[in-house]
């Protein structure tokens, strides 16, 4: 898993936040150590928002409105139908709080889904790992705004979701559908506002997902709380 920040502070100041979830190895770069267990108690945390909210420095990035709109760039029924197994599973889990529909408009998709060959990542970067995708996202400063950022001041043009079909090549016919799935579903995480990763491998935002992953109380539970609070920015 890789992430990356970088930010341009001027009139045409964007900020572009890259994640990707790495199938094999965590790679992300802006992982702060913020541990998944409370450092008095010992027990597990109920949420990681406060690690979530660390990578978007103190930034709440979220929807308006559901459901949010999705373009599926894709007319193979495999990809199509992780697509909407993952859709199913954000809404069951939060109990109709997110909600994905599918549009046949890419005009009037908040977000894209693609399925792409990314390329393999060097021997130096990867320990072998490749990522089973990432989820691109820019927004874009309006005029003379700087440095307050409220949501009414900026512009957020359709996130891309980039789904890493090479991920799947090595897998076992039988593990390909729930790997395809996962990676989706973990994407559509960073797509509704958790641009960063839990710490903890038993959660779904974990940088280092596979076949077994799923949505946990803990990412259900983080990313209801995220939606309690005001955004600084609407997707
Ligand atoms: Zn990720």
Redesign the pocket.
């Known amino acids: 898993?890789n992430m990356a920040q970088n930010y341009r502070d001027n009139r045409t100041a964007w900020r572009r936040c890259v994640?990707?979830?790495a199938l094999a190895m965590c790679f992300c770069l802006n992982i702060v150590g913020v541990q998944a267990l409370d450092s008095e108690s010992g027990a597990k945390r109920d949420d990681y928002l406060d690690t979530i909210l660390t990578d978007t420095k103190g930034k709440v990035f979220r929807y308006e409105r559901m459901p949010v709109q999705v373009f599926i760039e894709s007319q193979q029924l495999e990809e199509r139908d992780a697509c909407e197994q993952a859709f199913s599973l954000w809404h069951e889990g939060t109990d109709g709080l997110i909600s994905f529909e599918s549009v046949s408009d890419k005009a009037a998709a908040r977000v894209l889904i693609k399925f792409v060959s990314l390329p393999q990542r060097t021997e130096a970067l990867s320990n072998t790992a490749s990522d089973g995708g990432h989820t691109l996202m820019e927004w874009h400063f309006r005029k003379r705004v700087l440095p307050f950022v409220g949501h009414r001041r900026v512009r957020v043009p359709p996130q891309i979701v980039e789904v890493n079909m090479s991920a799947l090549d090595a897998r076992p016919t039988s593990q390909r559908t729930f790997v395809l799935r996962n990676i989706i579903e973990?994407?559509l995480g960073?797509a509704i506002g958790l641009l960063g990763?839990s710490p903890d491998p038993d959660d779904l935002?974990c940088?280092k997902t596979d076949e077994n992953s799923k949505l946990s109380p803990r990412d259900l539970n983080t990313v209801r709380k995220l939606y309690r609070h005001k955004a600084d920015v609407y997707l």
């Open positions: 898993m994640s990707a979830i973990h994407e960073h990763h935002m940088a």
